[in-house]
């Protein structure tokens, strides 16, 4: 049910995102899941499940995201945020703060998501003598495997404070300035001045393989590909320790920081009261009720409408929005276990959870 808040809720999101995505799909192409956002929340199946989580999500995708999400629960979904009907997945990243002066702490207003499904790495072949892609041309000519059921996985981390330019998962971490320039934590600690910030995550895509689906690390069964030729994560082979090349996900949550005056350091801030942003982090819960038909996409469906094996995929044809995406919000704009306020449409004296803020 809408809450009665809801509303105030609602002027948080500054518009239907989806931006449909009409390049037709091949090997080495992006497919693109729009997603406007399903809830505002303290809650996290993966790392607090049955819980309240340690600070608020912004959270895109299936309605049958809860507290706790045993494998199968994704496919319970009656409806979902995002534009794609098989997919019921769940995808989430921390919310971002402004503080105008200390002690007062509002929500960022957030227009939405999209979550890019990449075809950019291949599975481990030590016969190649090398830790790059090298067939095909274009240069690959195998699709990676989707995502197997009961899927979960989680890239970044909130306790990050420093960055390591070295370290491919830290480079996976990005704050993006009006769609030009990435940086590894928000813009604002540099003197820059931007008017839209989108928190970018790339999630590992080489796995262990079997059944190791999400270990309790829920990280551990992911790594990012070699760089020895890419460098970064286009055409990276994935290494022995994980074998195995996943479809890559790439996440933007797109921020309207256009009237936020001053953004020098500590006045954004992630919901946990990091204000260096290099905590931004993401999450993963697999929902794809024919993931086969995903691979299919860049296998088969080459032109996206009239090619024979584009039937098998009609649901994902670009532009085509799920018949139930105008989903009700999941959950009243507040915190789960109290009801306090979160900060949206309003301000607050603290972040929910009770983050401290460095001065």
């Not at 002027?11 to 497919?31: G, V």
């Not at 190791?212 to 551990?220: F, G």
């Not at 009237?259 to 992630?270: E, M, N, R, V």
């Not at 931004?280 to 024919?290: E, K, R, Y």
């Amino acid at each position: 049910m809408r809450s009665t808040s809801s509303q105030a809720l609602q002027s948080l999101l500054l518009t239907t995102f989806f931006p449909y995505f009409t390049k037709a799909q091949q090997l080495s192409a992006t497919f693109t899941v729009n997603c406007n956002i399903l809830t505002f929340h303290r809650t996290d199946p993966i790392i607090y499940p049955n819980t309240i989580s340690n600070h608020v999500h912004a959270v895109v995708g299936g309605n049958a995201f809860a507290e706790y999400m045993a494998p199968g629960d994704p496919l319970t979904s009656t409806g979902t945020t995002c534009d794609k009907k098989l997919d019921l997945s769940n995808y989430w990243e921390p919310l971002m703060y402004h503080q105008p002066t200390p002690g007062v702490f509002e929500a960022v207003p957030i227009s939405g998501a999209a979550i890019y499904y990449e075809n950019n790495v291949c599975d481990y072949d030590n016969k190649t003598g090398g830790g790059y892609c090298t067939n095909g041309t274009p240069w690959k000519e195998t699709v990676s495997q989707p995502f197997p059921d009961g899927f979960r996985m989680v890239a970044g981390s909130p306790l990050r404070r420093e960055y390591n330019e070295s370290d491919i998962a830290e480079r996976a971490i990005n704050i993006r300035c009006d769609g030009q320039v990435a940086y590894p934590g928000f813009p604002g600690k540099q003197g820059i001045h931007c008017n839209k910030l989108r928190a970018e995550v790339t999630m590992p895509s080489c796995w262990v393989g079997g059944d190791n689906v999400d270990p309790p690390d829920h990280s551990s069964h992911v790594t990012y590909p070699m760089t020895t030729y890419a460098g970064n994560f286009n055409m990276g082979m994935c290494p022995s320790s994980h074998p195995h090349s996943l479809l890559s996900l790439f996440y933007e949550f797109e921020y309207d920081v256009s009237s936020i005056t001053d953004q020098s350091d500590g006045k954004l801030l992630w919901a946990f009261g990091d204000t260096t942003g290099l905590g931004l982090h993401g999450d993963f819960i697999s929902g794809w009720t024919n993931s086969k038909a995903l691979q299919d996409t860049y296998s088969t469906c080459s032109d996206g409408s009239t090619n024979a094996g584009c039937s098998q995929v009609t649901a994902l044809k670009p532009g085509q929005v799920n018949e139930k995406s105008d989903v009700e919000l999941l959950h009243p704009p507040g915190d789960a276990e109290t009801g306090k306020a979160i900060g949206i449409g309003g301000t607050i004296a603290a972040l929910p959870g009770d983050h401290k803020v460095p001065s």
